[in-house]
């Protein structure tokens, strides 16, 4: 299995990437607030852009209240 986090910094406006503890990619986020009245996918694009789902299974799904930081999200993924 493998554990994966995604950390979006509203101050920053940037998004980080984590795949087992480690930190993969950031990139820019800059935009709206996610909110949860419009359609979000989970391992899919929700847009009409031709992106492959995920070919896969999830186990176990947390969505968090605050940003985690990356020693929370190592402890999180057992390193």
Same mark, same amino acid.
Do not use: C
């Given at each position: ?7 979006? *910094?509203?101050? $920053?406006?940037?998004?980080? /990437?984590?795949? *087992?503890?480690?930190?993969? $990619?950031? !990139?820019?986020?800059?935009? $709206? ?7 979000? $996918?989970?391992?899919? *694009?929700?847009?009409?852009?031709? /992106?492959?789902? !995920? ?25």
């Amino acid at each position: 299995w493998h554990h994966v986090a995604w950390v979006r *910094d509203k101050v $920053a406006n940037t998004s980080t /990437m984590y795949i *087992d503890g480690r930190q993969e $990619a950031t !990139f820019p986020t800059a935009g $709206a607030d996610i909110t949860f009245g419009t359609l979000h $996918a989970i391992g899919g *694009d929700n847009r009409a852009s031709g /992106m492959p789902y !995920f070919h896969g299974l999830v186990d176990d799904l947390r969505v968090y209240g605050a940003a985690l930081s990356a020693a929370e999200i190592a402890w999180l993924a057992g390193l």
